[in-house]
């Protein structure tokens, strides 16, 4: 059964410094990895998707990368802004024939003035 | 604008009142999904829709209904709810299942059954 981990559980940073966060899975059988991002009382928002066969995907200050044969992922936000401020999920699509997504429970993020 | 529309936004009802959370898709789009976010437990599918007509079971289907007569329409229907199901309950949509399709999501609804 395919498990999803997120290091840390919240993480607070003062504005401007650049910040990475981790996301692991057990089972490397995947399609692809998304981040979204969780704003309280809003639904998600997709970040980033890569695909099983990409190592990277870059979108303005957001960078996330994958290693699909170690299980892990990372979100590197450059240059923090309060307006990162958020919780910020993975999610593995698994190749069951059908779209399933397996999150995992999420990085609180603060980044302070 | 393209986007999920789900209703209501907050529900506050009592054990074994039936209700039904409806959620819209305007994007065309074939593949519907629900689930719902638990503290601790991170978002978990309950049903998934591959077609009008066609729905199948997520991870945690015990005591939820779904239909989907309609392609832009996937409401998730509570015949009897009981506490366990207080939630935070996303609807999900995408063109297809193909991993190259984002889903994207809902603005969620909050549940508390009493």
């Known amino acids: 059964k395919q498990e999803v981990t997120q290091i840390p559980a919240a993480l607070s940073v003062p504005e401007g410094e650049n910040l990475v966060l981790n996301c692991s899975f057990t089972?490397?059988?995947?399609?692809?990895l998304q981040w979204f991002r969780q704003d309280p009382g809003k639904g998600l928002t997709s970040l980033l998707l890569?695909?099983?066969?990409?190592r990277e995907q870059t979108s303005g200050r957001l960078n996330a990368s994958l290693d699909k044969s170690s299980g892990r992922s990372t979100l590197y936000i450059a240059a923090s802004q309060p307006g990162d401020s958020a919780t910020y999920l993975c999610?593995?699509?698994?190749?069951?024939?059908?779209?399933?997504?397996?999150f995992g429970t999420g990085t609180r993020l603060l980044v302070s003035p | 604008e393209a986007q999920v529309t789900q209703n209501p936004r907050y529900l506050i009802t009592v054990t074994g009142k039936k209700l039904t959370v409806t959620c819209s898709q305007n994007?065309?789009?074939?593949?519907m999904s629900w689930y719902r976010q638990d503290p601790g437990l991170g978002l978990r599918q309950i049903y998934y829709?591959?077609?009008?007509?066609?729905?199948d079971k997520g991870d945690v289907p015990e005591g939820y209904k779904v239909s989907r007569k309609e392609k832009r329409n996937f409401p998730l229907i509570l015949e009897s709810p009981s506490p366990n199901q207080t939630s935070l309950y996303f609807c999900?949509?995408?063109?297809?299942?193909?991993?190259?399709?984002?889903?994207?999501f809902g603005p969620g609804t909050r549940l508390t059954v009493t």
């Open positions: 994007m065309n789009h074939e593949y």
């Open positions: 890569i695909q099983s066969s990409q």
């Open positions: 999610a593995v699509l698994m190749n069951t024939g059908f779209q399933k997504l397996v």
């Open positions: 089972d490397s059988a995947i399609y692809n």
């Open positions: 999900a949509s995408s063109f297809g299942t193909s991993s190259y399709y984002e889903q994207y």
């Open positions: 829709s591959m077609n009008v007509e066609v729905t």
